[in-house]
Nanobody, 120 residues
């Protein structure tokens, strides 16, 4: 089992920045790969960014150049630095974990989510 706890959400004006954290505990080898997802009201949950244990990253086109995913393996924590935020970034942000990026996407563990609201 893996437990994930997100933090760092909040309210920010457009153009501002926020940093989210995802702390994992339990069977940490099952959290080698981490993904950040988001779900806006009335929309499907979408993948925002992923990072492997070795640090390989991928981003959705909508956040490339604005968001940065990183990790501190010693702290079992993954971060999502969000800059130049837009109102359309408003959503509940979730982290998800799995042994690999593929298994993380298919049936990984979920955190409880943290709300990000960007005002115009």
């Amino acid at each position: 089992q893996v437990q994930l706890v997100e933090s760092g959400g909040g309210l920010v004006q457009a153009g501002g920045s926020l940093s989210l954290s995802c702390a994992s505990s339990g069977s940490t080898h099952r959290a080698n790969a981490i993904g950040w997802y988001r779900q806006a009201p009335g929309k499907q949950r979408e993948l925002v960014a992923t990072i492997s244990r070795g640090g390989t990253t991928n981003y959705a086109d909508s956040v490339k150049g604005r968001f940065t995913i990183s990790r501190d393996n010693a702290k079992n924590t993954v971060y999502l630095q969000m800059n130049s935020l837009k109102p359309e970034d408003t959503a509940v942000y979730y982290c998800r974990a799995g042994p690999t990026v593929v298994t993380m996407k298919s049936n990984g563990y979920w955190g409880q989510g943290t709300q990000v609201t960007v005002s115009s």
